[in-house]
C-alpha cells in the first residue's frame, strides 16, 4: 500500500517570480487558482487577453505587487511571458509547457 502526505513545508512554500532585481511570490492556493481559472476562459472567450492578465496577477501577485508590475511598462512580449511564468508557477506546470500550450491556443484563434 502507498501512503501520500502533505508536509508543512509543501503547504507553505510559494513559488517566486523575479522581474529584474525584485522578486515576487506568487499566490499558488487552490481558490486562487480556481479563480485563475476561471478569469482565463471568460477573458478569452471575450478576447480580452490584457485585461485577463491584469486581473490574473492582482490575484496571483495582490493588488500592490500587479500595480507595480503594471507601472514597468514592460515590453508586451516580456508581460506576456510574465503571464505564463505566473500560470506556471500556479499550476505547478514548467514554463515551456505554459508556453506550448499558450502558443498553440494563440494559433487556434486565428
Known amino acids: 500500500m502507498k501512503l501520500y502526505t502533505l508536509d508543512e513545508k509543501l503547504l507553505t512554500e510559494r513559488p517566486e517570480i523575479r522581474i529584474g532585481d525584485k522578486v515576487y511570490p506568487v499566490d499558488d492556493r487552490q481558490k486562487t ?3 485563475v481559472t476561471n478569469l482565463t476562459t471568460k477573458y478569452s472567450e471575450e478576447k480580452d487577453l490584457n485585461k485577463g492578465i491584469k486581473e490574473t496577477f492582482k490575484l496571483a ?3 500592490a505587487a500587479a500595480k507595480e508590475i503594471d507601472e514597468m511598462n514592460l515590453p508586451f512580449v516580456a508581460y506576456q511571458q510574465v503571464f505564463q511564468l505566473v500560470m506556471a508557477a ?7 509547457a505554459v508556453a506550448k500550450r499558450f502558443q498553440e491556443a494563440t494559433k487556434a484563434e486565428k
Not at 500556479?90 to 515551456?96: C, H, L, N, R
Open 33 to 35: 487558482v480556481e479563480q
Open 90 to 96: 500556479i499550476m505547478g506546470e514548467t514554463p515551456e
Open 61 to 63: 501577485f495582490g493588488d
